[in-house]
């Protein structure tokens, strides 16, 4: 296998010298010595062991994108069609970008000025906000909010998106009411409409949409059939786009 080639090299090597037979016919004594002739090796060298875990690292990741790309098939209109998510740029764009976010998540709001970008530089790509409250109750109240506002100003949830999420210091249910009041929608009808229609059915869902596809952080992207996670950065995603416009898959 080609991750790391310097340790099969190696192990051919001495394999050529202490086993010029098949390791079933080798005695107990045999196996001993080339066991410790290993050992020894690996203790001269021990940056292979940094080489096997780093192969180790990039074969465990390439099996998650894998099963990723299969849950993203098997869940494509949850994923991209949901009724419960915003849809920001040009709801019939050619490309979508979904979102999976949390109004507490640092690396959300470092990511935020890249979905500005490039909703202002391309007029032709849909992007899809996927509420995922996973850091702690503060996230899950201010969701809360964030859904009942939807319901009631779904016109104005872009500015409420924004701006909640450029918020200084933590969401929390006190400073989403605060930016729903800045809106112009009242804390008596945030209140009203979350009594009304809780959200926790959708924020389930969603939870176990992301299990399916090997979510555990925000930001992560889906585009076309791959799994993005992490915050990676505007050009990163400009060039996954232009790939599925020109291929059909974020990497042609």
């Not at 872009?158 to 009411?177: C, K, N, Y």
């Amino acid at each position: 296998m080609a991750f790391f080639p310097k340790t099969f090299t190696a192990l051919a090597l001495a394999a050529s010298i202490a086993l010029p037979l098949p390791a079933a016919a080798l005695d107990d004594q045999q196996k001993k010595e080339f066991g410790e002739f290993i050992k020894q090796y690996l203790i001269e060298n021990p940056e292979i062991m940094l080489e096997v875990q780093d192969a180790l690292q990039k074969k465990q990741e390439a099996q998650r994108l894998v099963k990723a790309n299969m849950a993203i098939e098997e869940n494509t209109t949850d994923i991209f069609e949901s009724k419960n998510d915003v849809t920001l740029g040009n709801p019939k764009g050619d490309v979508t970008v979904v979102e999976f976010f949390d109004y507490n998540c640092s690396y959300c709001r470092h990511a935020l000025p890249d979905m500005q970008a490039m909703l202002k530089k391309d007029k032709n790509v849909r992007f899809v906000l996927k509420e995922f409250p996973i850091l702690g109750p503060d996230s899950v109240a201010a969701h809360k909010v964030a859904d009942a506002f939807r319901k009631l100003a779904p016109e104005k949830y872009a500015d409420f998106h924004v701006a909640l999420l450029g918020t200084e210091g933590r969401a929390s249910d006190e400073t989403a009411i605060a930016v729903a009041a800045s809106l112009g929608v009242s804390e008596d009808k945030i209140r009203a409409e979350m009594a009304k229609s809780p959200n926790d059915g959708i924020v389930q869902a969603t939870y176990q949409l992301a299990s399916s596809l090997g979510i555990s952080g925000t930001p992560s992207y889906v585009i076309g059939n791959e799994l993005v996670p992490g915050a990676v950065g505007l050009d990163d995603l400009e060039a996954k786009v232009k790939n599925m416009r020109s291929c059909g898959k974020t990497a042609c």
